[in-house]
């Protein structure tokens, strides 16, 4: 019998939305903000690479890396969303590289033969789909999607692209929310900050609708994550 997906994972794109809603509104950060801004953008390349570098390292490891999105457009504005991209990418090759062809044993003990088998199976039918509805759904942390996927047949090129593609609506969205974040700090004029919040949620309710429809489609694959 297959698990469902427990239901509170569903909910973490709103809660998501919610709490840097949340957090944005009650931190003291907005006198912190355009210094840091400033200071950065008078590095000029240096602080680019800096960002896109710590970004790896943090994809790399179990952290947020969501939150180096918001960062991103907090201080970067728009820019932010190819830095974030960049550091996706950088940060996803590695781990799915290094399982693929030395650490399969170890990883597959953590991960567990299930899962690995039935993303095997989705990916020999359809790597390209596959990739882009688990990339799309919140369902297992990005980090551990690196190395699951690592135990796949999925060759490099589908494995980049088709990630760069899933990851680019939650990253708009990130860098959405950190961009705002950037024009009130800026103290740029409320109705520029009122449109861009209405746009923002907008937004966010169209990821989280085609989120709800990618992990459909994930479980008549018959791919679950167990409870």
């Known amino acids: 019998m297959r698990r469902r997906l427990p239901s509170w994972k569903l909910w973490l794109w709103p809660v998501l939305f919610v709490g840097l809603g949340i957090v944005i509104w009650l931190l003291p ?26 970004y790896t390292i943090v994809v ?39 399982t693929h062809t030395y650490f399969r044993a170890p990883v597959l003990r953590r991960i567990g033969g299930k899962q690995a088998e039935a993303a095997d199976r989705a990916v020999r039918e359809n790597p390209a789909l596959f990739i882009l509805l688990l990339r799309f759904t919140p369902i297992l942390p990005f980090t551990l999607q690196n190395y699951l996927l690592g135990l796949t047949g999925v060759r490099a090129w589908p494995y980049i692209w088709a ?12 860098v959405w929310i950190g961009t705002v974040g950037g024009l009130a700090a800026a103290g740029a004029d409320k109705d520029a900050i009122a449109y861009a919040i209405i746009g923002l949620i907008l937004f966010g309710s169209l990821i989280i609708w085609m989120s709800g429809k990618a992990v459909r489609k994930l479980r008549e694959a018959g791919f679950e994550i167990g409870r």
């Open 60 to 98: 790399m490891l179990p952290l947020p890396a969501a939150a180096m999105s918001v960062v991103g457009g907090l201080v970067f504005g728009w820019w932010g969303f190819p830095l974030s991209m960049l550091g996706s990418i950088l940060g996803a090759l590695p781990p799915w590289w290094l």
């Open 29 to 54: 950060w907005r006198g912190y903000v355009e210094p840091m801004r400033i200071w950065i953008a008078g590095q000029g390349a240096t602080g680019w690479v800096s960002f896109v570098a710590i």
């Open 163 to 174: 990630t760069l593609v899933g990851l680019a609506p939650g990253t708009v969205a990130m």
